[in-house]
């Protein structure tokens, strides 16, 4: 399954997320993200659940470096939204497979991207908080 389709099975998504931690082991070819994932809806608002993400068959997996305007700095998890990156313009820059899925999270405290491509998405745990 990509992340776009996980997304839709979570009741908000990947939207207003936090991550916690990633762990990326570039021989598996795996990412881990630890993340917190709002799962409120209108009688119970911000209620989160920590999960633990995994992609598989990751083909790139980088950071982009904070903008120095924003409190990058903090002592926190990092809140995040999930976007997609303009198949077209990737597709031909990163070439990459037809079973391969891109896509980014936007780090609002930073004002930048973590982006990624890989083969699969799947919450393979919940986390007690």
Known sequence: MNIFELEQTLPNGFHDSLIHNIELDY???????????DE???????????????????QFFGIDLPDPGYPYLKDNALWVDLSEIDKNESQELFNQP??????????IDWNSFI???????EIISNIKA
């Open 27 to 37: 021989k598996e070819k795996t990412a881990i993200l630890t993340m917190s994932i």
């Open 40 to 58: 409120s809806d209108c009688s119970k608002p911000n209620k989160y659940k920590k999960i633990k993400l995994l992609l598989r068959g990751i």
């Open 98 to 107: 037809k079973n391969v899925f891109m896509g980014r999270f936007f780090v």
């Open 115 to 121: 982006n990624f491509a890989a083969e699969d998405a």
